[in-house]
């Protein structure tokens, strides 16, 4: 299927807890702004941004099929499977025994898995197929370098 991704390595992200330095004061993005106070907290990924930890599992994304949403190959999803999918939600869902990372959208009686790229079409699941949405992707971590 020219839409799928590989999960590569799945983890669950209760084995990668670790409190990190956090500087709660804003990064700016333009000129720097005047010395502040730096109050620094912990942040620990897990904490903080799961909420369903026996539910959660990171995935290495493969494919440019949502390149066009900033989802690139290489990138990790964060992917919650105690979550409801919802129309519009971004999903990996498994299609006829193969992953594919896409948007969720139902229409009428009809669902169907949308990309973000122009050279790839929507999945509409037919009748007969083998479908289960397998989580809600949360969030995207890219890497910048």
């Given at each position: ?11 669950n ?9 956090f500087f709660?004061f ?38 440019d099929s ?6 690139h ?18 999903v990996?869902?498994?299609?006829n ?36 949405v397998?989580g ?9 370098i």
């Amino acid at each position: 299927m020219e839409n799928s991704i590989t999960l590569l390595s799945l983890y669950n992200p209760l084995c990668s807890s670790l409190p990190l330095p956090f500087f709660d004061f804003g990064v700016r993005a333009g000129f720097p702004s005047p010395a502040q106070d730096f109050a620094e907290h912990t942040l620990d990924f897990t904490r903080d941004f799961v909420p369903h930890p026996e539910a959660t599992f990171y995935a290495r994304v493969r494919g440019d099929s949502m390149k066009d949403e900033g989802i690139h190959d290489g990138d990790i999803a964060v992917i919650d499977k105690a979550v409801e999918p919802k129309h519009g939600h971004l999903v990996v869902a498994m299609i006829n025994g193969e992953f594919t990372l896409k948007r969720f959208h139902r229409k009428a009686n009809r669902i169907f898995l949308m990309p973000a790229n122009p050279t790839f079409k929507p999945i509409e699941i037919q009748e007969g197929d083998e479908f289960t949405v397998w989580g809600v992707v949360r969030m995207i971590l890219k890497s910048t370098i």
